[in-house]
């Protein structure tokens, strides 16, 4: 129910952007997200907004995006995007989208209470 698209790779100080199709959104408020995995790390949030039909969009942001990425979300066609700015070698990661439908969001951006993912997109800084 979640495929995730555009990663790839990149030089230090650039961008990219990352897209979170959802099939269908079953529950009127869910909260998306976007959590990354590093080689040898835990998963960690990255991001996360409250979509559907009476999803607030409330958004939130780990620590160490510090106003580099943004997360959008368009009612119109499920997707959940995540802009990528300013990307550094530590934002190396495999990126990946999780869902908890019919859930707000909070802002402790908690991976472990997310049931639902994608297949991941890498994304390469260097």
């Known amino acids: 129910q979640l495929v995730e698209s555009g990663g790839g790779s990149v030089e230090a100080g650039g961008s990219l952007g990352l897209s979170c199709a959802v099939s269908?959104?079953?529950?009127?408020?869910?909260?998306v997200g976007w959590f990354r995995q590093a080689p040898g790390k835990e998963r960690e949030g990255v991001a996360v907004i409250e979509t559907g039909e009476i999803g607030s969009g409330v958004t939130y942001y780990a620590d160490f995006v510090a106003g580099r990425f943004s997360i959008s979300g368009d009612k119109r066609k499920p997707t959940v995007y995540l802009e990528l700015n300013n990307l550094k070698p530590d934002d190396t990661a495999m990126y990946y989208c999780?869902?908890?439908?019919?859930?707000?969001?909070?802002?402790?951006?908690?991976?472990?209470?997310?049931?639902?993912w994608g297949q991941g997109t890498q994304v390469t800084v260097s």
């Open positions: 999780g869902a908890r439908w019919g859930a707000s969001c909070s802002s402790s951006i908690d991976s472990t209470i997310f049931g639902y």
């Open positions: 269908r959104y079953t529950f009127r408020r869910n909260c």
